[in-house]
């Protein structure tokens, strides 16, 4: 019987854990104040009332910091600091829980209504999105300060049941420290679910993974797998952005010096598939005719004295594997175009250098006169004349209609 408050959300330099405390403890319900330290400066909690610390400590038993082996009981509630009981209240969430087939009860803490949102998590994309909420007040989440009662098994089945969310920083008086420590918060949270990227209700994004100035999402590449594959995801979508962007800038250097290029490969693929890169892709690939290298600035620079950063931040460097270039979104973020130097023989399209790639073969040269624009990550880029006939080559008949990750295998689609 009863319900037990759990009150997780709370911060050390300003509370109102003492209230809150007394508040249900009144009623009376069980109160465990949880965090990974006990509070301080120390909180006077009315007498039946306990603080769980989830960090294990030397010298007290394991069970202290284990919240799931305090707790009794059918349901359980999650009660943000400054709630104040009503009478009644638990015992009607209970009900209403028990009556239906959700999963939790969400009551609004003060006058402040609760905002219903639907929520869609893809993990595969490493992706939040947030709507409109769905009929009957079902909702996939709320948005506000809110008392939340939902099984017991349910809540310590989660992963994190007790991942700590980010405080509403108006409702406190130091804000910019409240501000910091939600952020910091808020991007630990998302690390630890798996999200990089949140689109919210009114279309805005939020984003939490690569940038400029960090280093990229997954390390080095190898059978052609990343890990992220391995791990049953797909290509972290800041890791695309960046990629988009890169691809971007270098296609339109490539142009304004003359330098003709095409789209090779898994970039091609995903142009005629999506018009985008293809979303567990981890490179652009484009193909240049060798002689026109020289025109540009960047690639006579790069092949003269090594890597060199240009005006926004790129860097254009000869790649040490063989005799081709390789364009990095910057010099921390190593996200990157490859450049494949192409040049005729006798009406053949080939190189000097070849990596080993199934799908890296000569092809005649028909195919780049002319060469035609095709939509591609948000730009128009320049492709192969005939792109299923080129694409089939390549990688075999029924590439567009089938996709395959770039090493079957290591890891099938």
């Given at each position: 019987p009863g319900v037990p408050v759990l009150l997780r959300e709370f911060e050390d330099f300003e509370n109102d854990l003492a209230g809150t405390a007394r508040s249900f403890a009144a009623l009376p319900a069980p109160v465990l104040v949880v965090a990974e330290t006990a509070p301080y400066p120390p909180v006077p909690l009315p007498a039946g009332a306990r603080v769980l610390s989830l960090r294990p400590v030397p010298d007290r038993p394991p069970r202290d910091s284990r919240p799931e082996l305090h707790v009794r009981t059918r349901h359980v509630a999650l009660v943000p600091d400054g709630a104040r009981a009503v009478p009644g209240l638990l015992e009607r969430m209970r009900a209403t829980l028990e009556a239906g087939d959700a999963r939790m009860v969400a009551a609004p803490v003060g006058t402040s209504p609760l905002r219903c949102l639907g929520l869609r998590v893809e993990l595969r994309e490493w992706t939040a999105r947030y709507g409109p909420g769905g009929p009957g007040g079902t909702c996939g989440a709320v948005e506000g300060a809110a008392v939340l009662l939902l099984r017991t098994r349910d809540l310590f089945n989660l992963s994190f049941p007790l991942a700590p969310p980010p405080p509403p920083p108006a409702s406190l008086h130091n804000r910019w420290k409240a501000e910091s420590l939600a952020g910091a918060r808020q991007r630990r949270l998302l690390r630890e679910l798996g999200i990089k990227r949140e689109v919210l209700a009114d279309g805005r994004e939020r984003w939490y993974g690569c940038g400029k100035e960090t280093a990229r999402c997954f390390g080095t590449v190898h059978a052609r797998t990343p890990q992220y594959l391995l791990a049953g995801r797909w290509t972290p979508p800041c890791c695309l952005r960046a990629l988009r962007e890169t691809a971007r800038h270098v296609a339109g250097a490539l142009e304004a010096a003359g330098v003709r290029y095409w789209l090779e490969g898994g970039s091609l693929l995903g142009a005629v598939r999506l018009r985008d890169i293809i979303p567990w892709d981890y490179d652009v690939d484009l193909g240049i005719y060798?002689?026109?290298?020289?025109?540009?600035?960047?690639?006579?620079?790069?092949?003269?004295?090594?890597?060199?950063?240009?005006?926004?931040?790129?860097?254009?460097?000869?790649?040490?594997?063989?005799?081709?270039?390789?364009?990095?979104?910057?010099?921390?973020?190593?996200?990157?175009?490859?450049?494949?130097?192409?040049?005729?023989?006798?009406?053949?399209?080939?190189?000097?250098?070849?990596?080993?790639?199934?799908?890296?073969?000569?092809?005649?040269?028909?195919?780049?006169?002319?060469?035609?624009?095709?939509?591609?990550?948000g730009f128009t880029a320049m492709a192969p004349n005939n792109a299923r006939a080129f694409l089939e080559l390549k990688f075999g008949p029924g590439a567009i209609e089938n996709p395959e990750y770039p090493n079957p295998a290591v890891k099938r689609l």
């Open positions: 060798r002689e026109d290298a020289g025109k540009c600035r960047w690639l006579r620079e790069a092949a003269a004295g090594g890597p060199v950063e240009d005006a926004e931040g790129f860097v254009w460097e000869k790649a040490v594997e063989g005799d081709f270039f390789r364009v990095h979104y910057s010099r921390t973020n190593r996200l990157h175009v490859d450049l494949w130097p192409f040049y005729a023989r006798a009406g053949v399209m080939t190189k000097d250098t070849w990596l080993g790639h199934p799908q890296d073969v000569e092809f005649p040269e028909h195919f780049l006169r002319p060469l035609v624009p095709l939509p591609f990550a």
